[in-house]
């Protein structure tokens, strides 16, 4: 690394580094269009400051101007990711919980009335569930656009990982039985700038990826593939071998977006660095 001291925190090193280049902060954040007490966090090793989901951008986009050869960049982001790791919360109190009411009589046979009546509870809203769309007629493929936060999106998603994760599985092994080669689905994705992903496949499985420019990668899903991605603009994407582009203009990030075999279903675009949103809902391509 540039100006390397072990005895200096890596935030400090790269603080020194840029005043060393004469590089001010608010040219910075004019350029990047990141609000300047997010750079002055990365400088001070308070990334708690910063939406969780949008450090590593912030931090990729800051070490961009720094102008660090390759090497040194890597080095960089994987000690900021070391430092990330070692920062989060470990949530141990709450499992402890759980485990010691677990083992309470009374709350036992709570669990057991509810295992009892929950077939029961299911079957009902089947049928309900039946019956109202027996009475449909036609169904309009726009619904409205509800705006998300890129951090509420990340939640949502690994909520649904966590609750698909804690279903039997048979349950997964019947939905992969009955999967037809037609509804599955290939993307293909080519990065034209450095650019951080995560998809999650069937709500199941999460991936997460930093692509650097020219970095190719393919996924491929039984049904369906939810996106957020840094840079809307840093990368172009093919569905089953159909070109589709870049996602949005330079300064845009993919909030949320959901592919299936018929293309995007839904996209959200979200302006960093401005109060400016761009939303496209439920739209196939």
Do not use: C
């Not at 603080?15 to 990365?42: F, M």
């Not at 390759?70 to 499992?95: A, Q």
Request: a neutral charge; proline letters at 3%.
């Amino acid at each position: 690394m540039e100006d390397f001291e072990k005895s200096i925190p890596f935030f400090e090193q790269l603080k020194k580094i840029r005043i060393s280049k004469k590089l001010d902060l608010k040219n910075i954040s004019e350029k990047s269009r990141i609000q300047v007490k997010y750079l002055q966090a990365i400088e001070e090793g308070q990334f708690e400051v910063i939406p969780e989901v949008y450090d590593k951008l912030f931090f990729q986009t800051y070490l961009g101007f720094l102008e660090l050869d390759k090497e040194t960049e890597v080095n960089y982001y994987n000690e900021f990711r070391r430092f990330r790791k070692i920062s989060e919360p470990k949530h141990t109190t709450t499992i402890r919980k759980i485990r010691s009411q677990a083992s309470d009589p009374e709350i036992i046979e709570r669990f057991k009335k509810l295992y009892i009546g929950l077939p029961i509870l299911l079957i009902v809203l089947i049928v309900i569930i039946l019956a109202l769309n027996s009475t449909k007629v036609s169904t309009n493929d726009e619904e409205p656009v509800e705006e998300l936060s890129v951090r509420q999106v990340a939640q949502e998603l690994e909520q649904k990982q966590l609750a698909d994760s804690t279903a039997p599985e048979n349950t997964a092994n019947a939905e992969k039985s009955g999967i037809s080669p037609e509804k599955q689905v290939s993307v293909g994705i080519r990065a034209i700038e450095d650019t951080w992903l995560r998809l999650v496949k069937d709500k199941k499985d999460t991936l997460e990826y930093l692509l650097r420019t020219g970095n190719n990668l393919t996924q491929t899903a039984d049904s369906t593939m939810e996106f957020l991605i840094g840079k809307a603009y840093g990368i172009r994407m093919t569905i089953n071998s159909k070109n589709i582009g870049v996602l949005g203009e330079r300064g845009d990030v993919v909030s949320y977006m959901k592919v299936t075999s018929a293309g995007i279903v839904s996209k959200r675009l979200k302006r960093i660095g401005g109060n400016t949103v761009s939303n496209v809902s439920d739209s196939v391509n």
